[in-house]
Each structure stands twice: as structure tokens, then as C-alpha cells.
């Protein structure tokens, strides 16, 4: 996943993306399957558009709820990277 500034009508903002497929995240999930920078692309967004840390919680647990539930149909294309750190900020 990659993240690209952009400048529009005077605000600083990002995208995220995934440079092999050329996904750019659009609200919509990604149409490749398989792909971790796609899905990485898609749900970071997901969760850096929250306003405030209750509906960020709320956006990562319908995520994963989601995901478990496209799982559940034999139709979850990601695997995951089991290495992940968390941490706390002071």
C-alpha cells in the first residue's frame, strides 16, 4: 500500500492505493482478489475517515465483522499479516 498527497480545493489530504493493481480507494472495496495492499488500501481508509475514536472503533469492528462474514461464504481473498504490532502512544 502506498499513501499519495494530494492537494484539493486548498486541503492537504492522502489517498491510500496499491500500485500493482492501481486500486485508489473509493469508498468501495477492491475487485481483485487476493491482493493484501488492495485490502490494506481499502480498510485503512475506512478507519482514517472516522471523526472520532468511538466511530473508529465502530468502523473496525464492522470491518471485521464484515470480513468475518465474507469469510463465512468462502469468499475472503486476504490473508492477512499475522506480524502485526500494537502499541500505545504516550
Known amino acids: 500500500m502506498?499513501?499519495?498527497g494530494t492537494t484539493r480545493n486548498g486541503k492537504d489530504e492522502f489517498v491510500a492505493m496499491c500500485p500493482t493493481h492501481n486500486y485508489y480507494y473509493n469508498g468501495r472495496p477492491p475487485l481483485v482478489t487476493g491482493c493484501q495492499d488492495c485490502w490494506e488500501a481499502y480498510y485503512f481508509c475506512q478507519v482514517a475517515?472516522?471523526?472520532?475514536?468511538?466511530?473508529?472503533?465502530?468502523?473496525?469492528?464492522?470491518a471485521v465483522r464484515?470480513?468475518?462474514?465474507l469469510e463465512d461464504?468462502?469468499?475472503?481473498?486476504?490473508?492477512?499479516?499475522?506480524?502485526?504490532e500494537f502499541g500505545q502512544e504516550d
Do not use: N, R, T, Y
Open 73 to 84: 461464504k468462502g469468499l475472503w481473498d486476504f490473508k492477512p499479516d499475522h506480524k502485526v
Open 49 to 62: 475517515q472516522s471523526k472520532d475514536i468511538k466511530e473508529s472503533v465502530d468502523q473496525l469492528e464492522m
Open 2 to 4: 502506498e499513501l499519495i
Open 66 to 69: 464484515h470480513a468475518a462474514e
